[in-house]
């Protein structure tokens, strides 16, 4: 058995706990939410990410992330605008994140 001995130090051992094995993401806070809402999301590797807010019938509200970002915990808040800076409706709104070939969506509820 000695020689199954793994050289991983312990930054090592606690960095690759940190991490997520798979795109997360955790939904916002509060939901239902007035007028904002914080999106919490995990990354397991660092690259490209979009995080965007779309409408129940799928059309694109506004992006909220779209770039390079590390790997690891982060968070963004949603003001309840559109793209143009405009106060959206009270509905259901989707959170969708893409990383690769991998996508998550988790839906809010925005009360007026």
Same mark, same amino acid.
């Given at each position: 058995?000695?020689?199954?001995k793994l050289?991983?130090?312990?930054?090592?051992?606690a960095?690759a706990?940190a991490?997520?094995?798979? +795109?997360e993401l955790?939904?916002?806070?509060?939901?239902? /939410?007035?007028p904002?809402t914080?999106?919490? /999301?995990s +990354?397991?590797?660092?690259g490209?990410?979009?995080?965007?807010?779309?409408?129940?019938?799928?059309?694109k509200?506004?992006? +909220?992330?779209?770039?390079?970002?590390?790997?690891?915990?982060?968070s963004?808040?949603?003001?309840?605008?559109?793209?143009?800076?405009?106060a959206?409706s009270s509905?259901?709104?989707?959170?969708?994140?893409?990383?690769g070939?991998?996508?998550?969506?988790?839906?809010?509820?925005?009360?007026?």
């Amino acid at each position: 058995l000695a020689a199954m001995k793994l050289s991983t130090g312990p930054a090592a051992v606690a960095d690759a706990a940190a991490l997520p094995s798979a +795109l997360e993401l955790k939904g916002n806070y509060p939901n239902p /939410f007035n007028p904002s809402t914080t999106i919490s /999301f995990s +990354l397991p590797a660092s690259g490209k990410v979009s995080l965007a807010v779309y409408d129940i019938t799928g059309r694109k509200v506004r992006e +909220l992330v779209s770039g390079s970002m590390p790997a690891g915990a982060h968070s963004v808040t949603w003001d309840g605008r559109d793209e143009n800076g405009e106060a959206v409706s009270s509905g259901v709104y989707l959170s969708r994140i893409t990383q690769g070939n991998n996508a998550v969506s988790r839906r809010m509820l925005l009360l007026k």
